[in-house]
């Protein structure tokens, strides 16, 4: 699929990878962006780059009501982007009670479910076009400091190889984006070395216009991640397993 004429909405769009998402697109020649946020004010000098190409969303992807009315409202779209997501980086035992938990799955698991059921209509119309999940490392392992975060996105993942299974009919590509630390707000949080939020948005959207329907490692950190894991996935998950959550 090419980037070059076609009409996206990420999600998330006021985040670190999200901001980086538009700005790619935008360079790219995507002849339109729906930037998306919980909070349209944090869009507004986002907004100021490419007033012509750019679409401000309010959009909450836990909201069925909002989710709905950017169907309606964005009903050219032809590249999906699930970027939104949320990480308490709580312990699954040790966290106060399991509202974060809850919130973890409503964000990274049905939001993502809801916006592809409402889009997937469109993007049959469309020819097909691409949907574009971002997903985790912490998909494949488990992060004792991030426990729910990560059992989020390895339900995520899950869900994205059913997506694949079941667009294929209508030629939906259906890409998802594996990935370690990164600098951003969420990112932070995690050890350094980090990437750069273009380092995953370059691979990533590179894997759309490859027309690559399978999960992509992005950036040479996750690369080696991934290395390391598929050599003795068990030493892997026991080093992960020792970054414990603090402890109140």
């Given at each position: ?12 769009a ?6 980086a998402?538009v700005t790619?697109?935008?360079k ?5 962006i729906?930037?998306s946020?919980?909070?349209g004010a944090?869009l507004?000098?986002?907004l100021?780059?490419a ?8 959009l909450?992807?836990?909201d069925?009501?909002q989710?709905?009315?950017a ?7 032809t590249l999906l ?15 106060p009670?399991?509202t974060?938990?809850r919130?973890e799955?409503?964000v990274?698991?049905f939001g ?10 469109m993007l049959?119309?469309s020819?097909?076009?691409a949907?574009?999940?971002?997903l985790?490392?912490l998909?494949l ?8 975060y ?6 995520f993942?899950s869900?994205?190889r ?6 294929a009919?209508q ?11 990164t600098e951003?707000?969420?990112g932070i949080?995690?050890?350094t070395?980090r990437m ?10 590179d894997a759309?216009e490859?027309g690559?329907?399978?999960e992509?490692?992005a ?6 991640a ?5 050599a003795d996935?068990k ?7 020792t ?6």
């Amino acid at each position: 699929m090419k980037i070059a004429g076609s009409i996206a909405l990420v999600t998330g769009a006021n985040g670190g990878l999200g901001r980086a998402f538009v700005t790619e697109l935008l360079k790219r020649g995507a002849a339109k962006i729906y930037a998306s946020a919980r909070d349209g004010a944090s869009l507004t000098d986002l907004l100021l780059s490419a007033q012509d190409r750019l679409v401000p969303l309010v959009l909450d992807v836990t909201d069925p009501d909002q989710v709905a009315n950017a169907a309606r409202t964005a009903s050219d779209v032809t590249l999906l982007i699930n970027n939104a997501g949320y990480a308490a980086f709580q312990g699954a035992i040790s966290a106060p009670n399991m509202t974060s938990a809850r919130l973890e799955m409503e964000v990274n698991y049905f939001g993502p479910l809801a916006m592809t059921r409402a889009f997937g209509p469109m993007l049959a119309n469309s020819g097909g076009g691409a949907v574009l999940n971002l997903l985790s490392m912490l998909a494949l392992v488990s992060l004792p400091m991030a426990a729910t975060y990560s059992a989020s996105k390895a339900a995520f993942l899950s869900l994205t190889r059913s997506m694949r299974a079941e667009l294929a009919s209508q030629h939906t590509l259906v890409v998802g984006v594996m990935a370690v630390q990164t600098e951003t707000s969420m990112g932070i949080n995690l050890p350094t070395p980090r990437m750069t939020p273009l380092e995953v948005v370059s691979d990533a959207l590179d894997a759309v216009e490859a027309g690559t329907n399978e999960e992509i490692y992005a950036g040479s950190l996750t690369r080696g991640a991934f290395q390391a894991f598929s050599a003795d996935p068990k030493a892997f998950q026991a080093r992960m397993s020792t970054r414990l959550p603090q402890q109140a």
